[in-house]
């Protein structure tokens, strides 16, 4: 079991930023409404995630880092109905694998909770505690056990900067929840949490670019989309400036980029890329979430569909500019 976890841990924890990307995704799926994190030395020394959400019942506290114990998934056809970010049971034993895990639970409101430790998968303490509702998640001394995995790590700076892309998604999907990055006791990221996609961007890439992005808003029969656009003259030489959101969760997609670029096809010189935030819905059905446990790739079924109706809608938009 042990090395199990072990092994598992290698997929889905491969930098302090996956730790981060599936203990923010388990407060969403919890309904959290502010979800704080803080990290010391690229994560590396400590990672802790504090949520606002429904909390876990004390009595379920150890099994949730058991493997496979997730309690999102009731039967097979759910896989096909995915909403919530997590399904697997992965995470938390993988993360408890490979570094000093500190969980502070509670379901109620009671000020009454459950305290768990574990060290590298082995069980440190499960005791009752005082704490209000919501959940309190500390990594310390990631790979402190895997000293193979531990070598790999960037610089700080860089393990930051993977810290700050992971947040920066887990913000642009869900405009809805107030979210804040410290590191070492600096505000990165602030966010209100007050629905407003523009506000969100406007705390990722400043105000003034904010203000210059165009709204669009499309629908079809199959999706709908909404978002910002940035100006034909105002596009950027960061490649990694178009951000997918699908049904409430972060994804990539390949051929969906292609679309957004070929938008700006004609307005667009080369090696210039527009800033884009898409938020698109469809039925489950019609988006593939399973390709991958930690990556953000997605397939979609009707993807060619799909791509047009997409690259059309923000066209259009473009083209009201330009006249
Ligand atoms: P998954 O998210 O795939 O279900 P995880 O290993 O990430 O698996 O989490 C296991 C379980 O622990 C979840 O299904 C959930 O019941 C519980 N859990 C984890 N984190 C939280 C949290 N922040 N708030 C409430 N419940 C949580
Ligand atoms: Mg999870």
Redesign the pocket.
């Given at each position: 079991e042990h090395i199990a976890n072990q092994i598992a841990a290698g997929e889905v924890v491969e930098r302090p930023a996956s730790v981060i990307k599936?203990?923010v995704?388990?407060?969403i799926?919890?309904g959290?409404t502010r979800i704080d994190v803080a990290v010391e030395e690229g994560g590396l020394q400590l990672i802790r995630?504090t949520?606002n959400?429904?909390?876990?019942d004390g009595d379920?506290c150890e099994t949730?880092?058991y493997r496979h114990?997730?309690?999102?998934i009731a039967n097979g056809r759910d896989l096909f109905q995915i909403r919530?970010?997590?399904?697997?049971?992965?995470?938390?034993?993988?993360i408890a694998a490979v570094s000093k895990v500190e969980c502070i639970?509670s379901a109620e409101d009671t000020g009454l909770g459950r305290r768990i430790v574990i060290e590298g998968g082995s069980l440190k303490t499960n005791a009752d505690t005082n704490t209000s509702r919501?959940?309190d998640?500390t990594v310390r001394e990631l790979f402190y056990n895997t000293p193979a995995r531990l070598k790999y790590m960037k610089t700080i700076q860089t393990e930051l900067g993977h810290i700050s892309d992971t947040m920066h998604r887990m913000a642009l999907a869900h405009p809805q929840i107030a979210f804040t990055l410290r590191h070492n006791g600096n505000t990165l990221l602030q966010t209100l949490g007050n629905g407003d996609l523009l506000q969100v961007i406007a705390a990722i890439y400043g105000t003034s670019i904010a203000k210059s992005m165009i709204p669009i808003e499309g629908e079809q029969l199959d999706y709908s989309v909404k978002g910002y656009v940035c100006k034909p003259e105002q596009t950027r030489s960061n490649r990694n400036a178009i951000s997918t959101v699908v049904n409430g969760r972060f994804i990539r997609n390949y051929a969906l980029n292609q679309a957004v670029q070929q938008a700006y096809h004609t307005l667009l010189p080369i090696n210039r890329f527009p800033l884009v935030v898409l938020h698109l819905e469809m039925h489950p059905s019609l988006v593939d979430v399973n390709v991958h446990p930690a990556k953000l790739e997605v397939r979609f079924s009707k993807e060619l569909e799909l791509c047009q109706f997409v690259q059309h809608t923000i066209a259009e938009v473009l083209q009201d500019q330009v006249l």
């Open positions: 599936e203990l995704e388990n407060a799926d919890a959290s995630v949520d959400g429904a909390g876990i379920d949730a880092f114990a997730t309690s999102k919530s970010l997590g399904f697997r049971g992965e995470a938390l034993p993988s639970s919501g959940t998640f």
